[in-house]
Nanobody, 125 residues
Framework: QVRLVESGGGSVQAGGSLRLSCAASGYTNSGNCMGWFRQAPGKEREGVGIIASDGSTSLARSVLGRFTISQDNSKNILYLQMDSLKPEDTAMYYC???????????????????RGQGTQVTVSS
């Protein structure tokens, strides 16, 4: 059974940084993809970024240059390093994983097969 558990969320001031982690069990990112999406209250889900098993990444334009997605395959952990945070980054952040290789862009994460329970990120101005 696949289980994804996010951690690392919290409250920070604008300009600050957070690093989210997603520990995966029952799943290995081999030949497929993992990623992050977020959802703010009253808004639709928004793809943040994906990373393929070969290390290639795709990030939303709104986070380019500020967020970095990476993975530690030896520990089966996915990361999202978030720098220069803005109030509009406030949302619940979810980790997701696919059963197949993702050939599209970052929005593919919205259709991945598995997802975690989320971790809250709050950025104050």
């Amino acid at each position: 059974q696949v289980r994804l558990v996010e951690s690392g969320g919290g409250s920070v001031q604008a300009g600050g940084s957070l690093r989210l982690s997603c520990a995966a069990s029952g799943y290995t990112n081999s030949g497929n993809c993992m990623g992050w999406f977020r959802q703010a209250p009253g808004k639709e889900r928004e793809g943040v970024g994906i990373i393929a098993s070969d290390g290639s990444t795709s990030l939303a334009r709104s986070v380019l240059g500020r967020f970095t997605i990476s993975q530690d395959n030896s520990k089966n952990i996915l990361y999202l390093q978030m720098d220069s945070l803005k109030p509009e980054d406030t949302a619940m952040y979810y980790c997701a994983a696919s059963r197949t290789y993702c050939s599209g862009g970052y929005n593919d994460v919205l259709y991945f097969d598995y997802r975690g329970q989320g971790t809250q990120v709050t950025v104050s101005s």
